[in-house]
C-alpha cells in the first residue's frame, strides 16, 4: 500500500513539475519579455506575430509527431524514456532563455518554440503513464491529483517570479529583465527536480517481446492500424467530437478572459491576481470534484462542469466591476481543472492500457485543434455585432454541443466496442 501510494504522488508530482513552464513562461513571462526584450525594436503587431506563429508551429509539430511516436512507446515500452526526452528538452530550453541577449528576437522563437514541444511532448506520455499507476476505481482522483498538484506547484513558483519581478533589488539583481531571466532557470530547476520521483519510483510494464529494431516503421503500421480501427469506434469517437467542442469552450475561455477584462477596462495587475487565484483555487477544487466523481459518476460530473461554465458565460456578459472578474475567477478555478482531469480519466477507461501512449497522441491531437474553433468564433461575433459581451456569449454553443455529444456516449459500450476491434493489435 505504502509502495502504491508512493508511486501514485510521484506521478502527480511531474504536474507540480512541468505546470511551472506554463504558468512563468508561456502564460506569463515569455509573451511581455518577447516584446519589452526579444523583440524590443520591432512594431508591437509584428511580435505578435511572431509569438503567435511560435505558438502554432509548436503545437503543429506534436500534432503530427505525438501518436506516431506513441505508437513507439507501446510497441517497444518506452513511454518513460520519451518522457524525460521531451521534458530535459524543455527543461534545457527554459533554462538557455535567460542567455538569450537584446533583439536577438530570432533566437528566442527557436528556443521558445523547442521548449514547447518539450512541455507539450512530455504531456503525452505523462497521461499516457495515467493507467499504469491508476484503477478504474480510483482513476478520477488520481487524474485529479494530478491537475491539483499542478495547479498548485505552478501557482507557487509563479508568485515568487511575480515577487522578484516586483522587488528585484530584494533578490539582488539589478533590474527587472535580469529578474525574468532568473525566473526561466527557476523553472528549469523546479522541473528537474520535481520529475525526478517519476524518474525513480514509477514503473512502466515492460513488453515481453525482444524490442524491434524496426521501432519507426513498425510504429507508424501499429499507428496506421489502429486509426482506421478508431474510426468504427462509435462511443469513443463520439467521445472525442464531444471533447472537441467543450474542452474548446474551456480553451477559449483561458485564452480570452485577460483580453476581455482588458476590453472592459479592468487594471492588469487586477487580472494577474486573478490569475494567481484560478492556480490556487483550483488546487481544492480539482481534489473535491474528482474525489466526488469517483464516488459518485465520471460523466455526470463532466455535465456539473458544463453547466458551470455555461453560468460563466452568462455571468461574464453581464459583468461590470472588477470584483465580478475575481468571481468570475474563482468560479472557472473550480471547474477548469476538474474538467480537464475527469475527460482525461473518462477517455482513460475507453482504451487499452497496452495502446495507451498511442491513443493519448490522439486525444492530445484533439486537444491541440480544439483552440480553432472557440476564437474564431468569439473574432466572427465581434466582428458582425462590434459587442464584447455577445462575442463572449457564443462560446455557449461549444458546452451545449458538446453536451448533446456527450449524452449518447455509453463508457461500458465503449469498452466493448474497443476491445472487440483492437483485439488483433494488442
Not at 28 to 44: I, M, R
Request: charged fraction near 15%.
Amino acid at each position: 500500500m505504502q509502495t502504491q501510494k508512493r508511486t501514485i504522488y510521484s506521478w502527480a508530482l511531474y504536474d507540480w513539475a512541468n505546470s511551472a513552464y506554463a504558468t512563468t513562461v508561456i502564460a506569463g513571462f515569455f509573451p511581455l519579455f518577447f516584446k519589452a526584450y526579444y523583440s524590443a525594436e520591432a512594431d508591437a503587431t509584428i511580435s505578435t506575430v511572431h509569438l503567435g506563429f511560435a505558438n502554432s508551429i509548436s503545437s503543429f509539430i506534436i500534432v503530427l509527431v505525438a501518436p506516431l511516436l506513441g505508437a513507439i512507446a507501446d510497441a517497444n515500452s518506452l513511454k518513460k524514456r520519451f518522457l524525460f526526452i521531451f521534458s530535459y528538452l524543455g527543461i534545457l530550453m527554459s533554462a538557455a532563455m535567460s542567455f538569450v541577449g537584446h533583439g536577438e528576437w530570432q533566437i528566442a522563437i527557436f528556443i521558445y518554440v523547442l521548449g514547447n514541444i518539450g512541455f507539450m511532448g512530455s504531456n503525452t506520455f505523462y497521461d499516457a503513464l495515467l493507467q499504469s499507476v491508476s484503477t478504474k476505481k480510483n482513476v478520477d482522483f488520481i487524474s485529479g491529483l494530478g491537475y491539483a498538484l499542478g495547479y498548485l506547484g505552478g501557482g507557487t513558483l509563479f508568485s515568487i517570479n511575480v515577487w522578484m519581478l516586483q522587488d528585484f533589488a530584494f533578490f539582488g539583481l539589478n533590474s527587472e529583465a535580469d529578474a525574468i531571466k532568473v525566473s526561466f532557470v527557476s523553472v528549469a530547476i523546479w522541473w528537474a527536480l520535481f520529475s525526478l520521483p517519476l524518474l525513480l519510483f514509477v514503473k512502466e510494464e515492460q513488453k515481453s517481446e525482444k524490442k524491434s529494431a524496426f521501432a519507426l516503421r513498425d510504429g507508424y503500421v501499429r499507428l496506421k492500424n489502429t486509426f482506421l480501427k478508431v474510426r468504427e469506434l462509435k462511443h469513443l469517437t463520439l467521445f472525442l467530437a464531444a471533447y472537441w467542442l467543450y474542452i474548446d469552450g474551456v480553451d477559449t475561455i483561458i485564452q480570452m478572459a485577460v483580453d476581455y477584462g482588458m476590453a472592459l477596462g479592468f487594471d492588469p495587475k487586477n487580472l494577474i491576481l486573478a490569475l494567481l487565484i484560478v492556480q490556487f483555487v483550483g488546487f481544492p477544487a480539482t481534489l473535491i470534484l474528482t474525489r466526488l466523481a469517483q464516488s459518485w459518476n465520471t460523466k455526470k460530473m463532466i455535465y456539473i462542469c458544463i453547466s458551470v461554465y455555461l453560468l460563466i458565460v452568462i455571468w461574464a456578459t453581464t459583468m461590470r466591476e472588477v470584483s465580478e472578474f475575481y468571481i468570475l475567477a474563482i468560479m472557472i478555478a473550480i471547474v477548469q481543472g476538474s474538467t480537464q482531469a475527469l475527460s482525461r480519466s473518462y477517455y482513460s477507461k475507453m482504451i487499452p492500457k497496452e495502446c495507451s501512449a498511442e491513443f493519448f497522441g490522439f486525444y492530445n491531437f484533439i486537444g491541440k485543434f480544439a483552440a480553432i474553433l472557440g476564437p474564431l468564433l468569439v473574432a466572427v461575433v465581434a466582428l458582425f455585432t462590434q459587442n464584447s459581451r455577445l462575442a463572449i456569449a457564443s462560446i455557449s454553443l461549444l458546452f451545449l454541443l458538446g453536451a448533446i455529444l456527450l449524452f449518447f456516449v455509453d463508457e461500458t459500450k465503449g469498452e466493448k466496442e474497443l476491445s472487440d476491434a483492437l483485439s488483433d493489435l494488442v
